[in-house]
């Protein structure tokens, strides 16, 4: 846990681009929210890797997002179902339920949907908040927590050791 | 841009799918064997093994060896075990999660196979309990009791209605005297009547005018008063005298219940040639009530998978999902597939009479969409012990909710030897030698079960008689030595959860006629034996509630001497 925290801890205050490590986060929601077997999560993988997304958010968010995922299901499958079963979207389902692409995406799967759509909705906007509060954390939250009596008895401690470590 | 780019980020790519994909053509067998141990294991309820799966991928084919599956009911046997299989799958329909396949051998089934290690998985306390009541339901089918039991050892297990009652009416007994003579405390007794007389007395001596007046109004309130406690004497005494005649009258009832016992006991223990009428029944009933369970069972299993097909499964409104599996919603397709379709299989079978093969064509999961019943042929020419075996069957759940399966068999020349017919403790019985025809039209429409089997037995040998069986088990054994060759219908009509089963045959009246005498000398003893230990266990404690209901009447004495008092008094 304390490695963890060390690590997020070690992205914020790097010379990262803010917009790298939002990415990475936003990437890690949709892999981490929808089932990991499905084949749109290579599409991730790849924007991931070619993108110059920050790998080490990317793992942090990936874990994060899995366990929201897991207290969010019932919210998923209600949301997938009623999109699968809304009678204007019939027609679009049926041609992609006819579709390979399609049917190994296991799209008609209400959680797979209602994952999906949950992820891409917050896509955007998570991005631009996530920039702002690393920007804003950068701006005023760093230095006046590096002033605090708290990181102080942090930089003694196990977890600044750690935090050090991985900051080389 | 340049800055959001990165190149060696895309070999990267490149490098986990290449790993992922080596993985998979490494493991694929070992990822197939368990999807399908797994999966096998679910739909059974017990242990499924495999030994090896080998799967190609170019053409795309796929071998199992060793595939045992357990017997649900038999945890140590399995149901059965195919040697090898050998399918070629369809690969793109596979994409679609469609399972092709236009042709699949089956070498070397083998039924009712020992196992090594127990195939019982763990069951839920609600599966364990229906089991426990299944089991139960199965006990109830057990043959009834063709010996005469010993009234002594009857009577300890039985709950007399006698004793119940007499027990009863002691402690009525018991509880009306304890009120009584609480009451008898109450009520006014000798020394408040001496009390009175000695007022009365008093009152008679004084002189003068005035103070005879005044005792005059004195003594008639004291009258007042002894009236007022006689009355209640006298009421106590009704009452006393209403409960003692109702307990009376109960005791007097108490003779009647040992000829109720006596009736009760004798229906349930005692052997009646009238209710030995149908012994075919009762002798080859419960095994065959288990082979019918059995294939019941296995149907059971099979239908959901066949039926699936069914209008109402594709409303899926309010169904709960599994956690973090959901719920899959099907749409139209255009050119419409099963999920699972096996167009041809050839199978054998290794039977201990030898091989016996067959084929089965359209197994599938969704006839509705493939436009075909099931149907499967098998039959077994050249082997040991049995001349001819043909073995058909028709599934049709094309259109489900008027599904019709029809099953038919005809076994001829088959050479019966040590058959185990009933295995009931009391009265085990093995079919020796026999030859045996055999035919079965067995059909199930919708939930309507409609069967009938026939046998044809010759050249029948059953055991000689044991020396220590009971006098009525001999007689059924001499008879049934006596028999030559039989023929057994056995219908079985109702629904798939109930059905009646109805076993007839032309021994019966053979049967019947040698046990009738035996069984009436039997009944007889039996009666007389049980009157008399109902009247001895009955008997000493009718006369200790004669002797309770006697200790009343020295309360009722009691009020009559206190009422005799009073009215003394008011006569003065």
Known sequence: MINIVAKLISILNSETEPGQISLAFCLSMVIGFTPVFCPHNLLVLLLVLFLRANLSAFLFGWAVFSAIAYLLDPLFHAIGYKALTAQPLHGLWTSCYNMTLWRLENFNNSIVMGSLIVSLTLFIPLYFIFNVLIKKYRGQLLEWVRKTKVMGMLKASKLYIAYKALAG | MKKWIRWQGLI?????????????IVFADGIAKMAIKKTGTMVVGAVVDLDDVDLALFPLGLKLKGLRVTNPDEPMKNAFEIMRADLSLNASNLLWRKILINKMAVDGVKFNTPRKKSGAIKVSKKSRAQE????????????????????????????????????????????????????????????????????????KKVSGFQEVLTAAKEIKTLKKDIEKDINQLKNTRTNLNTTVNMLQSRLKKLPQYPMEDFRRINSKYSLSPQGMGNLTHLIFGPTYAKWVENGLVWYHKIAPIVEKG??????????????????????????????????????????????????????????????????????????????????????????????????????????????????????????????????????????AVDSKMEFILSSVQFPEPKEDS???????????????????????????????????????????????????????????????????????????????????????????????????????
């Open chain 2, 132 to 203: 426990k009541s299944k089991q139960e339901e199965l006990k109830k089918r057990k043959l009834p009791s063709f010996d005469v039991k010993d009234v002594k050892t009857i009577l300890k297990k039985e709950t007399l209605l006698t004793i119940e009652e007499a027990n009863k009416l002691q402690n009525d007994i018991e509880q009306q005297k304890k009120f009584f003579e609480k009451q008898l405390k109450e009520l006014p007794d000798e020394n408040k009547f001496e009390g009175y007389e000695n007022q009365i007395k008093k009152l």
């Open chain 2, 310 to 447: 069914r209008k109402s499964d594709e409303k899926q409104e309010g169904v709960e999902p599994v956690r973090g599996k959901g719920v899959n919603v099907h749409f139209e397709e255009y050119e419409p597939l099963p999920e699972l379709l096996i167009k041809h299989t050839s199978v054998s079978f290794e039977v201990p009479a030898g091989d016996f093969s067959g084929t089965i064509k359209n197994i599938t999961n969704n006839q509705r969409i493939v436009g075909a019943p099931t149907t499967c042929e098998f039959d077994g020419k050249k082997l040991k012990g049995v001349d001819l075996v043909k073995i058909t069957g028709n599934f049709n759940h094309v259109s489900p909710d008027t599904s019709k399966d029809t099953i038919g068999a005809t076994v001829r020349g088959f050479k019966v030897e040590g058959l185990s017919i009933s295995d009931s403790e009391e009265f085990p019985l093995i079919l020796e030698k026999a030859l045996a025809n055999l035919n079965l039209d067995a059909v199930i429409k919708g939930n």
């Open chain 2, 12 to 24: 990267a790519f490149i490098g986990i799918v290449v790993a992922l994909s080596v993985f998979f």
């Open chain 2, 470 to 572: 009971s006098i009525v088990i001999r007689s059924i054994r001499n008879a049934l030595s006596a028999v030559t060759d039989c023929s057994i219908t056995a219908d079985i009509k109702g629904t798939l959860d109930k059905q009646d089963i109805k076993i007839e045959s032309d021994i019966d009246d053979r049967l019947k006629k040698a046990i009738s005498q035996t069984v009436m000398k039997q009944t007889e003893e039996f009666k007389a034996k049980l009157i008399k230990e109902i009247n001895g266990s009955t008997h000493a404690q009718v006369s200790a509630l004669k002797g309770s209901i006697a200790g009343l009447d020295s309360i009722d004495q009691k009020l009559q001497d206190r009422l005799q008092l009073g009215n003394q008094l008011t006569r003065n």
